[in-house]
C-alpha cells in the first residue's frame, strides 16, 4: 500500500555525506557508515540507509495538523493546509543526506520498505571481491560457495551438501559463486512480511501492493490481483511516463546550475573588479588629501617661520631701543645727580640732543603679528584630479579698514528698500576673501531711537556682506554698522529719508513724433522741436535731446522721480504722450 508522504520539517538541503552519492539504483555503499548497505532501507525522499544506521538517528516529535495525503516538497511550514483534524503525535527522523523529514511508521525504522535493488547490488559487488563478505543464508557463519538457482539462496560447502541430501532439494541447481559474476541480478526472492514462507509472486490491485498467495486466500480475499508478470507493464508504463515529466526537470535544474555557476563567477569578477575602482579611487584620494595635509602643513610652518621671524626683528628692535633708553635715562639721571653745575653745562648739548633723538623714535607697543592662524573645512580646489578640503586663514578683519560702498548710503526713500555693501579687510588693506565675520547693523530714527528698523546682512561668502533695510516714515537715521562689535570705517553715518518718488505720468521713449504716432501738434516736457512744424522732439533732430527721456518731464533717468509740476503753457494733454 502506498505510505503517506508527509512535507518535510527543514527546506530542501544537499548534503552528501563524506563526498558518497546517494542510494540510488547502483549503489552500495551507505551514506553514513560508508560500508556495504546492511538491512537498507529506502526512505521517503529515494535515499538509501542501512537500518541500523537509521536506528542510530536521534528521533524527534512532530504534530502533524495537515492530515493525509500531502505531497512531500521541499519548502513550506508543516502547518501549510490546515485540515479541521484532531492532533496527534508523530515521530519523526531527518534524513541524513538531505534533511528531509522523514516521518517513521507505527513500526519505526524497521517498517520502511526495504531496497531490495540495493541488496542486489551489494550482492554483486561482493561478488567482484570474490565472496568477501556474503556468508551463508542459512548457517550464518561460513562463507558463500554455492548458490542455489532454484531457492536463490547463498550457502556454504556444508549447507550445499545438506541442501542436496534433502528429497524437497535434491534435484535443485547449484551454481559456483565464481560463475555468477556475470550476472546482473543475483537476488534472493521477496518473501511476504506476513507469510515468511511465500514468495511475493501476486499483486492485490485494490490494495496497490504486491502480495503471496495466502494474503489473497486472507486479508486480501475477494480483492482484484493478478501475477506480477501480468501488471508490471501497465505499473512500469506510468512510471516510466511520470520519469519523463520529471528529466526535463533535471535537464533545467542542471542549466539553472550553470547559469547561476556561470553568474556566481561574472558576479566574483565583477565584484573583484569594482573592488579594484574603489582601492584604485580611495588609494588616489588619500594621497591626494595627504599631498593637500602636506601642503597645509607646510603652509602652516612657513607661516610660524614668518611671524617667529617678524616677532624675533620686532624684538631685537625694541630690545636695542630699550638699552638707548636705558643709557640715555641712567646718563642724564647720573649727570643730573652728580654732575656739578660746569659740568651739567658741558654735556648739556650732547644729553639734549640725544634725548631729543630718542623721544623722537616711533615703536609700536604692539606685537608686529598675531597669532590669528585658523583652519577652515572649506574647498580649496583640486589635488591629483580629486577635489579636497581645508585652508589655513591668517587673516583677521580690521574695523578700521572697512569700507561701505552704495548709493544708498547716504539717502532712501519712504517704504523703499535701501541697500549698501560692507567691504572687509584687513590690517593691510586686503580684501578677506571670506565670510563668516560678526556683522551688526541698527538704523534707527533719530526722533525714535526705540523704534529701529528692520535690517538684513546677507553674506557673500567673499568676504562682502549686502546691507538692505526699508525705512517707513521720511525723516533722519542713523546707520551704525559694527564689525567685532567695533565701529567700521565711516559708521555711525547719517541717512536722509525722503517721501516716495513720484511716479511718471508720461512715457520713457525717444522722440513725441514716434510716440504720439506722428501728430504736429504733440510737445513733449524736454523743449525739442522738429523742422515742418513738428512741435514735439525728433529722431537726430535739432533740439532734441538726443537720449531717451521721459515725455513728462524731461528726466534722462528712466527709475527716477517725476518733477513734473504742471506750470508750463502747454496742455497736460500734450505732454503725456503715448508709446507706440
Known amino acids: 500500500m502506498s505510505e503517506n508522504r508527509k ?8 548534503k552528501l555525506s563524506g563526498g558518497t552519492a546517494p542510494g540510488n ?3 552500495t555503499h551507505c551514506p553514513m557508515c560508508m560500508g556495504l548497505f ?3 532501507r529506502l526512505l521517503p525522499c529515494l535515499h538509501t540507509v542501512c537500518t541500523t544506521c537509521l536506528e542510530q538517528l536521534e528521533p524527534f516529535s512532530v504534530v502533524d495538523m495537515r492530515g493525509g495525503d500531502s505531497d512531500t516538497s521541499s519548502e513550506g511550514s508543516i502547518f501549510q493546509e490546515l485540515k479541521p483534524r484532531s492532533l496527534r503525535g508523530q515521530i519523526g527522523i531527518l534524513c541524513p543526506v538531505c534533511d528531509a523529514q522523514v516521518d517513521l511508521p507505527v513500526g519505526g525504522v524497521k517498517a520502511l520498505t526495504i531496497d531490495h535493488l540495493a541488496m542486489n547490488d ?3 559487488e561482493s561478488l567482484r571481491g570474490e565472496g568477501q563478505g556474503l556468508v551463508c543464508d542459512l548457517c550464518s557463519d561460513r562463507e558463500v560457495e554455492k548458490r542455489c538457482e532454484t531457492c536463490k539462496a547463498n550457502l556454504c560447502h556444508f549447507c550445499c551438501q545438506a541442501h542436496r541430501r534433502q528429497k524437497k532439494t535434491t534435484y535443485h541447481t547449484m551454481v559456483d559463486l565464481k560463475d ?3 550476472y546482473s541480478r543475483i537476488g534472493k526472492p521477496i518473501l511476504c512480511p506476513a507469510h515468511p514462507a511465500e514468495e511475493l509472486r501476486l499483486f492485490c490491485e485494490l490494495c496497490d501492493w504486491p502480495v ?18 501480468n501488471v508490471i507493464h501497465k505499473h512500469g508504463d506510468s512510471i516510466r511516463e511520470l520519469l519523463k515529466g520529471t528529466q526535463p526537470h533535471v535537464e533545467a535544474l542542471e542549466e539553472a546550475l550553470t547559469q547561476v555557476s556561470g553568474l556566481n563567477s561574472a558576479l566574483q569578477e565583477r565584484v573583484e573588479a569594482v573592488a579594484a575602482d574603489v582601492r584604485t579611487f580611495s588609494e588616489g584620494y588619500i594621497k591626494a588629501i595627504e599631498e593637500h595635509r602636506d601642503k597645509l602643513l607646510k603652509q602652516l610652518d612657513d607661516i610660524r617661520v614668518q611671524k617667529e621671524n617678524s616677532l624675533q626683528l620686532q624684538k631685537a628692535q625694541l630690545e636695542q631701543l630699550l638699552a638707548d633708553m636705558r643709557t640715555g635715562v641712567e646718563f642724564t639721571e647720573h649727570l643730573l645727580t652728580s654732575g656739578s653745575d660746569l659740568e651739567i653745562l658741558i654735556t648739556k648739548g650732547v644729553v639734549v640732543e640725544r634725548l631729543t633723538k630718542l623721544n623722537k623714535v616711533e615703536y609700536s607697543a604692539r606685537p608686529g603679528v598675531n597669532d590669528k592662524i585658523c583652519f577652515s573645512q572649506e574647498k580649496a580646489g583640486r589635488c591629483r584630479g580629486y577635489e579636497v578640503f581645508g585652508a589655513i586663514n591668517t587673516k583677521e578683519v580690521d574695523p578700521a579698514k572697512c569700507v561701505l560702498q552704495g548709493e544708498d548710503l547716504h539717502r532712501a526713500r519712504e517704504k523703499q528698500k535701501a541697500s549698501f555693501t560692507l567691504l572687509c579687510k584687513d590690517a593691510a588693506g586686503e580684501s578677506m576673501g571670506k565670510g563668516g565675520d560678526n556683522i551688526q547693523v541698527a538704523v534707527v530714527p533719530k526722533d525714535k531711537k ?8 546677507q553674506d557673500n561668502k567673499d568676504g562682502t556682506y549686502s546691507v538692505s533695510y526699508t525705512p ?9 554698522v559694527c564689525v567685532k562689535e567695533q565701529h567700521v570705517q565711516g559708521s555711525p553715518f547719517t541717512v536722509t529719508v525722503r517721501k516716495k518718488n513720484r511716479p511718471h505720468q508720461g512715457v520713457f521713449h525717444c522722440c513725441a513724433f514716434c510716440s504720439s504716432g506722428g501728430q504736429k501738434t504733440a510737445r513733449c516736457a524736454c523743449g525739442g522741436t522738429m523742422p515742418g512744424g513738428y512741435l514735439g522732439c525728433g529722431h537726430g533732430h535739432k533740439g532734441h535731446p538726443g537720449r531717451p527721456h521721459w515725455s513728462c518731464c524731461g528726466k534722462f533717468t528712466e527709475k527716477s522721480e517725476c518733477t513734473w509740476t504742471g506750470g508750463q503753457s502747454a496742455p497736460r494733454s500734450l505732454l503725456r504722450t503715448v508709446a507706440l
Open 7 to 14: 512535507q518535510p520539517l527543514l527546506g530542501f538541503v544537499t
Open 25 to 27: 539504483s547502483g549503489k
Open 38 to 40: 546492511k538491512a537498507p
Open 122 to 124: 551489494v550482492m554483486l
Open 180 to 182: 555468477l559474476k556475470g
Open 212 to 229: 503471496c498467495r495466502d494474503c489473497v486466500v486472507g486479508e486480501h480475499r475477494e480483492h482484484p490481483y493478478d501475477f506480477t508478470s
Open 450 to 457: 526705540d523704534c529701529p528698523v528692520r535690517t538684513i546682512v
Open 472 to 480: 517707513k516714515e521720511p525723516g533722519i537715521y542713523s546707520v551704525w
